[in-house]
């Protein structure tokens, strides 16, 4: 079996993550070595080779991990952590495969805000979503697609980015659209920096954009027939197409699964597994020789 690793995950965006993480939460050793820890990584993934599932959907997911481990109780930043990499058989992230999900942005809850911690990779982004997941998986929807401020700008979906195919009002032109990341509650996802690489590196007319949209202009798109397609993107979904939008009180009917999410679905996963050359210094083969 051919061992192949998304490099993206390992090396150009481990720096990024992990050492901005640890420095938002003030954790000392945000300097640490990258490129000595992607070369532990290959390591590790050769060690548990067996563990790895085959099938499409199925890989080994990995997840780089630091905690504080120094010998007091106290609210000050640590003296002592542990960087270590924990891996795991994983299947498909949604039962229902590559199918259309539905999400719910009627929500009075708000998953990241400017000056917080939404940019960066914490498990305090997370545990205070659970409850307005459940809540979401009562109404039969999914995730949660998360607004903030006055003019409901649309952010993330559930722990992924999200992107929007649409046919832009002001330029005519078809347009793949997710939220910037300038105001630091966007988290910059290996797969969203995947898909915009791979898109603006497309011959198509279109253009993508990193742009604040509004559930207005969403709400408005849909109504003129200008909204074409929606999916999630993150590393143990990939991309995940969106059928329907709940808000306030009203189902947004999406197109899905439409072609741009297929191709980015095929594209992405055939570079993972090894079947087509990605950009160069995306995949790294870990075969014993």
């Not at 910037?180 to 954009?209: F, K, N």
Request: with cysteine.
């Amino acid at each position: 079996m051919a061992l192949y690793v998304f490099i993206t995950l390992i090396i150009h965006k481990i720096n990024h993550h992990l050492q901005n993480s640890m420095s938002r939460l003030h954790m000392p050793g945000s300097d640490f070595d990258a490129d000595e820890l992607s070369k532990c990584i290959g390591e590790l993934v050769k060690l548990d080779e067996k563990w790895i599932p085959e099938g499409e959907g199925y890989s080994l997911y990995l997840r780089p991990t630091v905690i504080a481990t120094h010998k007091f109780l106290g609210l000050a930043a640590p003296t002592s952590l542990l960087l270590f990499v924990i891996t795991s058989p994983v299947g498909p992230y949604y039962k229902t495969g590559f199918e259309p999900i539905k999400l719910t942005a009627d929500t009075p809850y708000v998953r990241a805000w400017p000056g917080g911690t939404g940019d960066a990779k914490v498990g305090g982004n997370y545990a205070p979503t659970m409850k307005p997941q459940a809540e979401a998986a009562k109404k039969g929807c999914s995730q949660v697609l998360w607004l903030f401020g006055p003019d409901d700008e649309i952010t993330e979906v559930g722990a992924m980015n999200v992107f929007f195919f649409m046919i832009n009002k002001e330029t005519k032109r078809k347009e793949l659209v997710t939220a910037p990341l300038d105001r630091g509650d966007i988290l910059p996802g290996v797969t969203r920096d995947s898909i915009l690489h791979l898109a603006r590196s497309w011959d198509e007319d279109m253009d993508v954009s990193e742009r604040w949209l509004t559930m207005g202009e969403l709400v408005e798109a849909s109504k003129e027939n200008r909204l074409i397609e929606a999916f999630g993107a993150g590393t143990a979904a990939v991309v995940t197409p969106i059928s329907c939008i709940q808000y306030k009180g009203e189902d947004i009917k999406i197109p899905a699964t439409g072609d741009l999410t297929h191709r980015i679905w095929d594209e992405i996963t055939s570079i993972q597994y090894g079947k087509i050359e990605g950009p160069e210094g995306w995949s790294i083969n870990l075969s014993k020789p």
